[in-house]
T-cell receptor, first 116, second 113 residues
Framework: NAGVMQNPRHLVRRRGQEARLRCSPM?????VYWYRQLPEEGLKFMVY????????ESGMPKERFSAEFPKEGPSILRIQQVVRGDSAAYFC??????????????FGPGTRLLVL | DQQVKQNSPSLSVQEGRISILNCDYT??????FLWYKKYPAEGPTFLISISSIKDKNEDGRFTVFLNKSAKHLSLHIVPSQPGDSAVYFCAASATSGTYKYIFGTGTRLKVLA
């Protein structure tokens, strides 16, 4: 009974490169949330997706960031032309449905992105 | 604008004693609250939650209290154990929204043996 899987666990990129972060939700979960944790800060909501749909992207930076959750395969958070300020831990969470906030979100181990 | 605040960045407690972690929120639309525990290099782990229709929820050693009028909640851990040493995040959500969680900045708890 695997939990939320994220890969890679660590990712190093140089400024200007692209970063792709993958998230496989728990079995039976079709709702995915992405959060970012900057050093010494709490987790900040970025985007909420269902299969093939972006439901809420109010926390996504307007440029360079995109997310998808295709019908088949993991959810992908993509950061184009990374800058040093993108260095952070990126966490994915999943829930089985979205009938309410009581549908607990279960988190993956995170991807730690370091931009040199 | 920090809608969920954890004003104590750290807390040290002796093993066996009570740990009390506090959290304040400003948005009156929040009606569901959660506590997560996080170890270094791991993802947050769900601990306990409470709906605004209640003022207390208990699960084993963990109890969460909610004071809606003060917009304040607290997590009590009794008795505290060394394995409880971690960073604790308070989170809030609104049933009227898309159920995203708004997190506080965390409190680092250290339980001394």
């Amino acid at each position: 009974n695997a939990g939320v899987m994220q890969n890679p666990r660590h990712l190093v990129r140089r400024r200007g490169q692209e970063a792709r972060l993958r998230c496989s939700p728990m079995k039976g979960h079709s709702h995915v949330y992405w959060y970012r944790q900057l050093p010494e800060e709490g987790l900040k909501f970025m985007v909420y997706l269902q299969k093939e749909n972006i439901i809420d992207e109010s926390g996504m930076p307007k440029e360079r960031f995109s997310a998808e959750f295709p019908k088949e395969g993991p959810s992908i958070l993509r950061i184009q032309q990374v800058v040093r300020g993108d260095s952070a831990a990126y966490f994915c969470a999943s829930s089985p449905t979205a009938r309410g906030p009581w549908e607990t979100q279960y988190f993956g181990p995170g991807t730690r992105l370091l931009v040199l | 604008d920090q809608q969920v605040k954890q004003n104590s960045p750290s807390l040290s407690v002796q093993e066996g004693r009570i740990s009390i972690l506090n959290c304040d929120y400003t948005n009156s639309m929040f009606d569901y609250f959660l506590w997560y525990k996080k170890y270094p290099a791991e993802g947050p782990t769900f601990l306990i939650s409470i709906s605004s229709i209640k003022d207390k929820n208990e699960d084993g050693r963990f109890t969460v209290f909610l004071n809606k009028s003060a917009k304040h909640l607290s997590l009590h851990i009794v008795p505290s154990q060394p394995g409880d040493s971690a960073v604790y995040f308070c989170a809030a959500s609104a049933t009227s929204g898309t159920y995203k969680y708004i997190f506080g900045t965390g409190t680092r708890l250290k339980v001394l043996a």
